[in-house]
Each structure stands twice: as structure tokens, then as C-alpha cells.
């Protein structure tokens, strides 16, 4: 007859803290407190949810200092309920909560994470019009593996208004420093707010970080269509399953000229937004992106190149199923695996190459392009797809379907066609070619390529 004893299976505290934070950026966890204050202004809005600026008195108040992080809003607060069944847990144990809503959380794992990250005494103030608490996680508790229950001290007073106060102290090294901007870390966090909440903002939601109110950076497509002759974007629509897509992709400004061009290669772009904006229920979770997640160097599509300085695209997602999104655990990346995402990236690489292929016919600096940049008027780029009659749009059968707009953009007089310069070199002879132009080896041969070329052309022309 055997013998049954218990092995000890509990989780370590410290593994949890330690691991949770390990793969997150500060910025990030900054973000992810925000991203809480915007599901609570989302839970407040009720009528308004229809309006165009339905978070109009909801904001958001960031104080970063050498002694303390701190982070306020008046987005409605937490339930007590929540509080003590769900919002301290490191873990998401209900699905199903918000499901009716457009939020992004999904896993449960932010607050806890981002407040870790940041220090190891925190406490958290919350008011609803109902009921209030206090939560204080001093280092002790974190250090303790035996205590995993937190005392909540019911306190309607909580705080003034009905919101939510997360104040974190004892910060971790290194952050002090960076949250005195001796790294410019607090100028790079106020300009990814802007971006990544801008459509948010647009609607009324205000942040402000230590006393500074910050400003969402508008997106603009430039909207000539002329009787369908014109500059106009390619719009993509549809909805699949539980998910709602929209997808725009045009030029934001004018083709850049030669000169143009040549600074941007050399690392001076005046003003460069270009790239994909991925919007997930109203949530920038990526922006201006160039790389081969978003399309760019795959399939027909080439890489990314200074040449496509104007062309931006945006897709929006939204769904009051958050699992639903194509989002990664950290709510600021696209999960590139999803087959949601796989099959809405076959139409951002479709509208990508038909501007691509617009840039390249008009890469040559000629009268005739200054005279295409001359008139190029602009509208707001959720505005774009309103502005497209009903019967340009066509239906698309192929893969999940939807419905798609695709401009007849103008072409050049050609009267001087391209040809191709096709020649091969020793890959050692070009890395060190792009070493001395870009002070980088592993430039691509199209791209020294083209440089040299340009190069020697401005010199022909002098």
C-alpha cells in the first residue's frame, strides 16, 4: 500500500513579478496605466458612445518625479466588486468581463505589471459614485510568497471625484533619472501619447503630464479624386466575424523632390509620419511603422525606401470582443500570426504597391511633378471613405470578402521612360560602399545603388 503526500505547487511571488515586468519597456507600462483610464472613460460614456466626442471631461493626469510615479484620472473608478475579485489578480480569471465593451485589455496582467515595473510601494485610491477603497502593496507583500490577499480599506472619500489614483514610490533604479528627462525619456513619452492615443484624444479625452496638456497628432491624406482622376487614397472595408475593419493608404504630403530625397537618406527627414498606423478600438498599438510587419518588403512590395516618404496608411479594428483584435500581451504590437491580421494584410500590401508603384513613375523632379505637388488638398483620414461614392466602391469575393476603393491615380507624360541598371559586385566591396554612405554595412544593394546613382546624377547636373 503506498504512501500520498502533497508536493508544494504555489507560484513564487517573485517569479511572477520579476517575469511579468522583465519583457515590458517603461514606456510601456506608463501606457498600459492609461490604457485603464480610457476602459474606465469607455464604462462612463453611456448615451454619449455615439457622439463625435463622447470622452469630452474625461482625462488623465501623469506626474513622473525623482521620488514618486503617480497617475489620475476621473474615469468613473473601480467597482468594489472588481476590486476584490478581479483587478489585483495577476491573471485574467474572467473572460468574459467588458465583453460589451471596446476595450483592449484582454489578459489582466497590465496595472499589476506596469506598477512592478515602476517601483516596490504603491498604493491605490479608487472612487465610484457608489463606494470607495484604498489598497496600499508595500514591499513586504512583495516579498512574502505566503500572503496573496490584499486588505482593502472601504473608504467612500477616497478621493474627491469618482476616478481612480495609482501612486507608486520607492522606484526601481534608474528611473528617477529617467523620469528627470536626462534621457529625453519624458519628451519621448509625451510624443507616443499624442501618437497613440490621438484618436482617442480626437474624441475628447484629455492627458496631461505634469501639468502640460498634450495635443493628438492629426492624420491627414491628401484627396484630389478630380472625377476619379485624381490623388485619392485606397480604401479597403469589411467585417469579419466579430471585427469590424477599416483600412485607408495614400500620401500624406507631396512627392519629395530630388534634394528632398537626399536628406532623408542621409537621416534628415523634416517631417517623416509615414508607415502604417495599426488602431485597435480607438487604441494606436502601432505607428508609423516601415517594416515587414506591416507589409513593407514582402511579396511584390518592396522595402521600405526614403523615396515612399509620403505614402501612410491607417487600419482600424474594432470589436467589443478584445480578444478578437490581432493585439500582443503588451497592447503596443500587432500578433503578425493572426489570421485575422494575415488576411487584412493582403489588402495593406495591395494598397501599398499601388502607391509604390505611383511614387516610382513619378521619382524623376520634373515641372510636370512640381505641378502635381502644387495642388494637393487634404482631409482627415477617417473622413476619407464618406467622401467616396457609393458605385466607385467594388466588392471584393476573394478571401473574407468586403468591399474596396481603388483610385485611378494620374501617370506622367512618358516621354522618358526608366530603364533598368542591372550590374553585380562583390558583396564585401558593397557593404563597404554603404558603410561609407550610410555608416551601415548591411544597407541593401538597391539602396547603394541608388545612392551612388543619385549621387553622380547631381553631379551631371551641375
Known amino acids: 500500500m503506498s504512501n500520498t503526500v502533497k508536493a508544494n505547487?504555489?507560484?513564487?511571488?517573485?517569479?511572477?513579478?520579476?517575469?511579468?515586468t522583465r519583457d515590458i519597456e517603461l514606456q510601456d507600462s506608463i501606457l498600459d496605466l492609461l490604457d485603464n483610464c480610457v476602459d474606465g472613460a469607455m464604462r462612463s460614456v453611456d448615451g454619449k458612445a455615439r457622439t463625435s466626442k463622447?470622452?469630452?471631461?474625461?482625462?488623465?493626469?501623469?506626474?513622473l518625479a525623482s521620488d514618486h510615479f503617480q497617475i489620475l484620472d476621473n474615469c468613473g473608478g473601480i467597482p468594489l466588486d472588481l476590486a476584490q475579485t478581479y483587478a489585483f489578480r495577476l491573471g485574467r480569471p474572467d473572460p468574459q468581463r467588458d465583453k460589451d465593451l471596446p476595450t483592449v485589455g484582454v489578459y489582466g496582467i497590465g496595472m499589476k505589471r506596469a506598477v512592478f515595473k515602476m517601483g516596490r510601494n504603491i498604493q491605490i485610491n479608487s472612487r465610484t459614485k457608489s463606494d470607495g477603497f484604498i489598497v496600499n502593496i508595500p514591499p513586504t507583500w512583495l516579498d512574502s510568497d505566503n500572503d496573496w490577499e490584499l486588505p482593502l480599506e472601504l473608504d467612500n472619500d477616497a478621493l474627491d471625484k469618482p476616478g481612480t489614483l495609482i501612486r507608486v514610490e520607492e522606484l526601481r533604479d534608474g528611473i528617477p533619472r529617467l523620469f528627470g528627462n536626462e534621457t529625453g525619456f519624458v519628451d519621448k513619452l509625451k510624443a507616443s501619447i499624442s501618437a497613440y492615443y490621438s484618436y482617442i484624444m480626437e474624441k475628447g479625452f484629455q492627458v496631461w503630464i505634469n501639468g502640460e496638456k498634450l495635443a493628438p497628432i492629426h492624420s491627414n491624406l491628401i484627396f484630389d479624386d478630380k472625377n476619379n482622376a485624381g490623388i485619392a487614397p485606397f480604401l479597403y472595408q469589411a467585417k469579419i466575424g466579430e471585427v469590424s475593419v477599416e483600412l485607408t493608404v495614400g500620401l500624406y504630403r507631396p512627392l519629395p523632390k530630388d534634394e528632398e530625397d537626399e536628406e532623408a537618406l542621409e537621416g534628415r527627414p523634416s517631417s517623416e509620419h509615414a508607415g502604417w498606423t495599426i488602431v485597435c478600438n480607438d487604441r494606436v498599438v502601432l505607428y508609423a511603422d516601415k517594416t515587414r510587419a506591416t507589409g513593407?518588403?514582402?511579396?511584390?512590395?518592396?522595402?521600405?525606401?526614403?523615396?515612399?516618404?509620403?505614402?501612410?496608411?491607417t487600419v482600424i479594428f474594432k470589436s467589443n470582443d478584445a480578444s478578437?483584435?490581432?493585439?500582443?500581451?503588451?497592447?503596443?504590437?500587432?500578433?503578425?500570426?493572426?489570421?485575422?491580421?494575415?488576411?487584412?494584410?493582403?489588402?495593406?500590401?495591395?494598397?501599398?504597391?499601388?502607391?509604390?508603384?505611383?511614387?516610382n513613375k513619378w521619382k524623376k523632379s520634373t515641372k510636370e511633378l512640381s505641378q502635381l505637388n502644387s495642388s494637393s488638398p487634404t482631409v482627415r483620414t477617417e473622413s476619407v471613405s464618406a467622401l467616396v461614392p457609393q458605385d466607385k466602391w467594388t466588392t471584393v469575393s476573394r478571401g473574407v470578402g468586403g468591399k474596396r476603393f481603388k483610385p485611378n491615380l494620374p501617370l506622367p507624360k512618358d516621354d522618358d521612360p526608366n530603364k533598368v541598371i542591372k550590374f553585380s559586385r562583390p558583396a564585401s566591396e558593397i557593404a563597404e560602399v554603404a558603410e561609407m554612405l550610410f555608416d551601415d554595412p548591411d544597407r541593401s544593394p538597391m539602396d547603394v545603388g541608388m545612392k551612388c546613382f543619385d549621387d553622380a546624377l547631381r553631379r551631371a547636373r551641375k
Open 9 to 20: 505547487a504555489s507560484p513564487a511571488k517573485r517569479f511572477f513579478v520579476e517575469m511579468l
Open 54 to 63: 463622447p470622452y469630452k471631461g474625461c482625462v488623465a493626469w501623469i506626474t
Open 296 to 313: 513593407w518588403g514582402e511579396a511584390t512590395v518592396p522595402q521600405y525606401h526614403t523615396q515612399f516618404i509620403s505614402i501612410a496608411g
Open 324 to 359: 478578437k483584435l490581432p493585439l500582443t500581451t503588451t497592447k503596443r504590437g500587432i500578433d503578425g500570426n493572426s489570421e485575422l491580421y494575415l488576411a487584412v494584410k493582403e489588402y495593406m500590401r495591395e494598397g501599398l504597391k499601388h502607391f509604390t508603384d505611383f511614387t
